[in-house]
Each structure stands twice: as C-alpha cells, then as structure tokens.
C-alpha cells in the first residue's frame, strides 16, 4: 500500500543513470508506452533497474480511445505484454484520437462530446480494460477548438464514462486549467463533476502562452515549463476536494536537471500532507 | 457519414495539408477564427514528427543545417506519415527519400549517412541477447577442418554498410572523433554498426569484412563468406574479421556441421 502523499516524476533517459546510482526521494516514475515497444537494449534494461525500486506509471499515447477507427489489437497487445513485464501500478491513456486507422498523427487530438463519441469511447474503453485485465485510467485533454455537436460537458462526459465502464481517471490539472481558460471557462467546473472516488493518479505540467484569433489568451500544453501558479492553485484545491492522491510532474520539453523536477514534486508532495512548500518559506 | 465520424474525418484530412481549408463543426467560445486554434493542431503535428526524426538523424541534420533538415522532414512528414505509434520505428523511408529529394542532390553522401544513422537507432533497440565467451570460440577456432561449413548466429544488433561515401569518418567527424577538414567524403567506406553495453558502435571496417558480416548475417557459411570476401578485397584477413566481431560481442551462436546446436 503506497502512502498517500505518493509523488513521482516522469521517467527521462538523460536522468536514468544519476537516478539508478543516486536514488531520488521519489515513489513511482511514469513513461510512456510507446517508447518501450522495442524488442530490447538499454531502455528496456534501464526501465527494469528503475521498476526494481519504484513504482511504475506506465501511460499510453496511441490507443487512440476516442478515435472513429476500430482499436489496433497489435498495439493492445503489445501494450499487454508491457504490463505483463513491468506490472505497474497504474496504466493510463487519454480522452482523445491520434490515429484514423491509417496514419498516426502523434498528437492528442479533441473529440465532440455527444452520445454517439461516448457510446464509442466507452465501447473502447472496455476492450481495452478487457484485453489488458485491468482498470485504465483515463485522462481529461487539453483542447484549443470545441465541436458545434458536442451537446454535453467533458466534465458530464468523462463521469458517464466511469459509469458505465468502471474504468479510473487520470485528472490532469494543467489540462483542465488550458482547456479552461483556451474555452473561456472555469476551471474548478470540470473538477467539479468528476466522481472523486475515480481519481487515482493527478498530472501536473507546464504550459505555454499563445493568443487566438481575437486576441484571447490560448494556452498551449507543451510540458516544458515548470508548473504555473495558477495550476499549483488550482491543484491544492483539488486535493482539499479529493483527498491526497498519487501526483506526478511531467515534463516532455526543455528538460531541466533532475533535481529540478524532484523539487516540483516535492512541492506536490507538501500539498498532498497539508504543508506549505519549504522552498517558498526558505524564499 | 454525419456527426462526430465526418468531422473527425474531416479533421484527419487537414492535419497535414494546410492547403485544406479548417473543416466545419468547429466553435470557439468568443467568436474568434477557428482557423488560428486548429493551426496548433497542424504545428503540433509536424513539429512533433519532424523532431522525431531529428532525433533519429543527428549527423544528417547538422550537415545540411537544421532549417534545411526541417524542411526536408516537413516533406517527408506529409509524404509518409508514420503508420505506426511507435515512434522509435519511424524514418525507414527517410533515407530514400532523402536520396530523391532534388534540393539534397549535390550532397550525394547525405542519403547513406541517413541510412547509417538509422542502423544506429536500429541497433539501439535490437533484441538482447548473450554473446558467446571468446574463450569457447577459441576452442573451435583451433578445429581448422570444420570451419569452412560452419554458420554463425550474428547479435541482432550487428550490422554492416557499405557506401561510395566516407560514411563512418564523416559520422565520426561529428563526435568530435576526428576533424572534419581530414574528411573526404568522396572515398568509400563500409561501417560496422554494434550496440555493445549502451553504447552503438560505429567502426570503419574493410570492403572485405563489411561482405563477410553481411553474409554470415544472412546465414552464410564461413567458407563461403571467407570466399566472397577475398573476392572483394584481395588483403581479405579472415582471423582479423572474426576477432574484430568476437571483441564487440557479436556472435551470440556457432553452428558446427553435425553438432548440436551450441
């Protein structure tokens, strides 16, 4: 049983050998699947020293849940024979497509929000619990354009999503925090609606700041800046709603030291047992 | 088809081709263009994909420039796609494509230094698996009679190339291995590529041994891949082969005629 102020970063190869000789104050890693589908070397080995003594976070980037295509079950069972190897903790994807069943477009791309996408992504998500043999968590998106055909929240959405399939969610602050402000919303409406109960992993990551066509903040999920305060905010809110849950950074762009990144999640980690962060007192 | 299909679809469609116009169905909270917010879409795409391959093709990129490679893989990106989310994989076409992409003409060496680069990545990522002991092998080297039928199982990282381009040096070059200015990329040259530890090996080895490699790697006796080689390069030296391949840990199996399997 982890505790529940469990902080993880994700899983960077430039920061694998200081962290396998040097430890790191830090309960699980997470990386993404598709960068571990190769048949062996030293990503691989690496990822099996790590997985020795820490818990994994494995998160997928192309099952393409919300996609119109039917599920790759070469893919699917690829991905379970990763799980089979690293057995970690948790096993996310996202609310989103990557793929038309022919090209992989390797980007997180939006879905309308209707009965017809949520009869799908549900029926998806159930293949996908299914074929692996466990529960997935899924993860809201961050988007830049809505649909005129969406007719419910994602907020609604991603909640009858775990009604009827029983899978867990992934709650990506940072997302709901871009989604948010790029729609002109509030973004304590999406947390609001998940069942809190769902909630087994929280992201926190950095975004970067862009205009639309009119002018209007557009905010851009790059994941290479540290985490912004109004997302720290917005995080500490979300743990006094939902209790302490299992929280990582993450970081894809511009990768800094690893201490670095072990200090955000420190921060987390003050959040998630009810401290004010050290570094801000020490300021 | 209607609904959510037909503007996913539409979608789909305009990711890479920003000659198509931003498909209908999109709405932005203020009233603003769709066409600035789909645009991220489109950035997201590319720019993703053409770093990809700018992490699979170092060399390549420095040679022509980074603004020059970019473009480049932006063509490539919209011509071939990856097919697959296992992006460790994709850029196989990108050395052909390179090589019939008119503005990359002059350099006719980028094609197989691009190749080369691959078979690095390649081997990066290659199955495991244990290379026999050089003390064993010793045993069978010192059995003269069996040696020209024997068959070898080569690392699956292990493989070679051949160019009419100093592949290697140039590759080399841009470790900080040696001087560029000592590069003539005219003369060429055949690599050995290994993954040994961590570590992708880049080694410049003879036309000989590059022909020997090749076809013991394709299940080639040792006779015969002896013969070729010497055919290839008259200096052809096969104990000097053998012990360049034993050092780097590339024979994980040796098949004796008549013997089981070791």
């Given at each position: ?15 694998v ?10 309960d699980?890693?997470e990386?993404?699947a ?25 998160h ?28 970690p903790?948790w ?9 038309d ?9 939006p ?11 549900c ?27 969406s ?16 899978c ?10 871009v989604?948010?402000v ?29 205009h ?25 809110r979300?743990?006094?709603?939902l209790?302490?849950?299992p929280?990582?950074?993450?970081r ?11 200090d ?20 | ?12 469609g ?19 263009d ?5 645009a ?7 720019v ?15 040679l022509v ?19 697959s ?5 994709y ?20 094609p ?6 691959l ?54 070059a ?67 082969a ?21």
């Amino acid at each position: 049983m982890m505790s529940p102020a469990t902080i993880g970063i994700g899983l960077k190869p430039a920061h694998v050998k200081q962290i396998l000789s040097a430890g790191a104050p830090l309960d699980f890693f997470e990386v993404h699947a598709e960068n571990y589908l190769v048949a062996g070397g030293p990503f691989l080995r690496h990822l099996e020293q790590v997985r020795e003594r820490f818990a994994l976070s494995i998160h997928g980037v192309g099952l393409s849940i919300g996609g119109t295509a039917p599920l790759d079950t070469n893919h699917l069972d690829r991905l379970a024979n990763l799980l089979r190897r690293f057995e970690p903790a948790w096993f996310s994807e996202h609310l989103a497509w990557c793929s038309d069943g022919t090209v992989f477009y390797n980007d997180l791309l939006p879905i309308p929000y209707t009965e017809r996408s949520l009869a799908r992504v549900c029926d998806h998500v159930d293949h996908v619990q299914e074929r692996l043999g466990r529960r997935l968590l899924l993860e809201n998106p961050s988007t830049y354009i809505e649909f005129a055909a969406s007719t419910v929240t994602e907020g609604e959405f991603l909640a009858e999503v775990v009604r009827r399939t029983g899978c867990g969610l992934l709650l990506d602050v940072n997302n709901a925090y871009v989604s948010a402000v790029n729609h002109g919303r509030e973004p304590w409406d999406l947390i609001a609606a998940l069942p809190a109960d769902a909630v087994d992993e929280i992201h926190l990551a950095g975004f970067a700041e862009d205009h639309d066509g009119a002018g209007d903040r557009l905010l851009i999920d790059t994941h290479g800046m540290p985490v912004a305060d109004a997302v720290w905010a917005l995080y500490q809110r979300t743990i006094a709603h939902l209790g302490p849950r299992p929280t990582l950074i993450e970081r894809d762009q511009d990768i800094p030291p690893l201490h670095v990144l072990v200090d955000e999640a420190l921060r987390a980690r003050s959040v998630l047992i009810g401290v004010e962060p050290q570094s801000e007192l020490a300021a | 088809m209607s609904g959510a299909n037909g503007v996913l679809d539409a979608l789909a469609g305009a990711l890479l081709d920003p000659g198509q116009p931003v498909p209908a169905g999109l709405v932005t909270w203020n009233g603003s263009d769709p066409a600035a917010r789909f645009a991220v879409y489109r950035n997201n795409v590319v720019v993703s994909l053409v770093e990809a391959l700018a992490d699979t093709f170092p060399v390549t990129r420095e040679l022509v420039g980074a603004p020059f490679f970019d473009a480049m893989a932006r063509c490539f990106v919209a011509e071939q796609p990856p097919r697959s989310p296992i992006l460790t994989g994709y850029g196989d076409g990108f050395p052909g494509f390179v090589a019939a992409f008119e503005p990359a003409k002059a350099l006719a060496y980028l094609p197989d230094l691009a190749r080369l680069e691959l078979a690095r990545v390649r081997a990066y990522h290659a199955a495991d698996a244990e290379a026999l002991e050089p003390t064993m092998l010793a045993g069978y080297l010192t059995d003269p009679h069996r040696l020209p039928d024997t068959r070898m199982t080569l690392h699956p990282s292990l493989t070679v190339l051949s160019s009419d381009h100093a592949i290697a040096s140039l590759w080399a070059a841009h470790q900080g291995e040696r001087r560029i200015d000592e590069v003539d990329p005219a003369l060429p040259e055949c690599a050995l590529v290994a993954r040994v530890g961590d570590d992708v090996l880049v080694l410049s080895v003879t036309r000989g041994t590059a022909a020997f490699v090749a076809l013991i790697g394709d299940g080639g006796s040792l006779g015969d891949a002896a013969g070729v080689a010497a055919a290839r390069e008259p200096a052809f030296d096969l104990a000097s082969a053998l012990a360049l391949i034993i050092r780097h840990s590339g024979i994980v199996a040796w098949h004796v005629p008549g013997d089981l399997e070791t």
